[in-house]
Structures are given as C-alpha cells and as structure tokens.
Nanobody, 123 residues
Framework: QVQLVESEGGLAQAGGSLRLSCAAS????????MGWFRQAPGKEREFVAA????????RYADPVKGRFTISRDNAKNTVYLQMNNLKPEDTADYYC????????????????WGKGTLVTVSS
C-alpha cells in the first residue's frame, strides 16, 4: 500500500502553466512507476502520463504530448506534472497514481490512486 497526496490544483488561463506534485508515503517509492490520470466533467477517467521507476522512461497520452512533462524525485518521494500551454480541454480532476511495478504492462491500470486535485483552464 502506498498513500498518494496531490498538491492543490488551480486555475489558469489558456496558454498558461501549472505544476502539480504528488507526495508518496512509504520507503518503497522508487520501486513504483508513477503516473497521472485525469477526469474531465462528464467524461471517463483517462491516462495522462507515466514515468518509470528510475525516471528514464516516460509515456504520454496524445492530447498532452509536447505540453506536459512528468518527472520524479525519488529522494523526495515526489512525482510532478508540469503542464504548459494549457487548454480549456485540460480542465479536469487530476489523479496521481502508482503502479506495483512497471507501467508498461498495463499503463491504464494503476494500483494506487490519490484523491485528486482540480485543474481549471479558462479560455
């Protein structure tokens, strides 16, 4: 079991930037690949990004490629999502997730979820 706590989201204008962070409890943070999901109003929860245990490999959903960057600091048990050039379509509840191991086997099926944080992007 790993506890995940997202930072507070926020409101940004289209074209702006926000950074989310997620703090993970426990001493096994580096054994988990990490990621972010989001759920927009009226839509299903969708995969956003994932990062390998070492931080060497990343994966992004097509809508955020080139705009979002996932990173991690294993020394701080923290994963980040830097969101640039935000669009109104990015408005959603964002969830930090952790995988038992690698995300490559089932990137859409994380094992642990944070409670979510709201990001609102105005046009």
């Amino acid at each position: 079991q790993v506890q995940l706590v997202e930072s507070e989201g926020g409101l940004a204008q289209a074209g702006g930037s926000l950074r989310l962070s997620c703090a993970a409890s426990g001493r096994t943070f580096s054994t988990h690949s990490m990621g972010w999901f989001r759920q927009a109003p009226g839509k299903e929860r969708e995969f956003v990004a994932a990062i390998s245990r070492s931080g060497v490999s990343t994966r992004y959903a097509d809508p955020v490629k080139g705009r979002f960057t996932i990173s991690r600091d294993n020394a701080k048990n923290t994963v980040y999502l830097q969101m640039n050039n935000l669009k109104p379509e990015d408005t959603a509840d964002y969830y930090c997730v952790a995988y038992s191991g690698s995300y490559t086997s089932s990137p859409s099926s994380p094992d642990y979820w944070g409670k979510g944080t709201l990001v609102t992007v105005s046009s």
